[in-house]
């Protein structure tokens, strides 16, 4: 079945890149997502990625897919504190389902 | 801005109640998605809509959890009864096309007491 794995916490300087890792076990994924969650709100799409893409980059935001591994990145350079939230990997599969594969989130903390 | 709206924000109701959540999506988006995350989880699918249609339900406790949009537009989402493990955040998202960007709504989080 589709699974998809992240850590749970990452701590970082102000100031400095973050980078969250995602791994996905469903090979037929089309499309590779990245959502941010702050305290008691709803999901805001951050970026995303085709399947046939290796990276993306939007501004502060570059993601980086390798496909062979089922790996996904997410880099946040120049980390401030308003970046402080929950981040979720998400994957589309193939085989026409619409409905996204999350991961548990994965919890930035900005240290000052 | 458009935004997927929905309410109550916060519901909190004893097990073995009926409960209810309703969703308005972007204007003019067909399709429309109910998500359930639990504290500590990422969202999983429960139910998806094309227009008034249902196209994915397959992960719908049906015994208990019904969802309808009779018009194609808005959408409700019912619990009867809510037990104990129902509590959690419910979210909608809608997107213009299936397979297109999904927009998420700030979600209704229901405690069952």
């Known amino acids: 079945g589709e699974d998809v794995e992240q850590s749970l916490f990452l701590s970082v300087r102000e100031g400095d890149s973050s980078v969250i890792n995602c791994t996905y076990t469903d090979s037929s994924s089309t499309y590779l997502y990245w959502y941010k969650q702050e305290p008691g709100a709803g999901l805001q799409l951050l970026t995303y990625?085709?399947?046939?893409?290796d990276m993306k980059q939007d501004q502060r935001l570059t993601v980086l897919l390798n496909k062979k591994d089922k790996h996904l990145s997410l880099r946040i350079a120049d980390t401030q504190t308003g970046d402080s939230a929950i981040y979720f990997c998400?994957?589309?599969?193939?085989?026409?389902?619409?409905?996204?594969?999350f991961g548990k989130g994965t919890h930035l903390i900005i240290q000052p | 801005e458009a935004e997927v709206a929905q309410s109550p924000r916060y519901k909190i109701t004893e097990k073995s109640q009926a409960v209810a959540f309703w969703c308005d999506p972007i204007?003019?988006?067909?399709?429309l998605y109910w998500y359930r995350q639990i504290l500590g989880q990422g969202p999983e699918l429960l139910v998806q809509?094309?227009?008034?249609?249902?196209?994915?339900d397959s992960q719908l406790p049906k015994d208990r959890f019904s969802a309808e949009r009779l018009k194609g537009v808005d959408s409700t989402l019912k619990i009867q009864p809510a037990e104990l493990g129902d509590s959690a955040m419910y979210l909608c998202a809608s997107s213009l096309a299936r397979g297109d960007e999904q927009f998420f709504g700030p979600g209704t989080r229901l405690t069952v007491l």
């Open positions: 809509f094309q227009d008034e249609s249902v196209v994915d």
């Open positions: 998400a994957e589309k599969a193939g085989g026409g389902a619409d409905g996204l594969t």
């Open positions: 990625i085709f399947s046939n893409m």
């Open positions: 204007s003019g988006h067909a399709t």
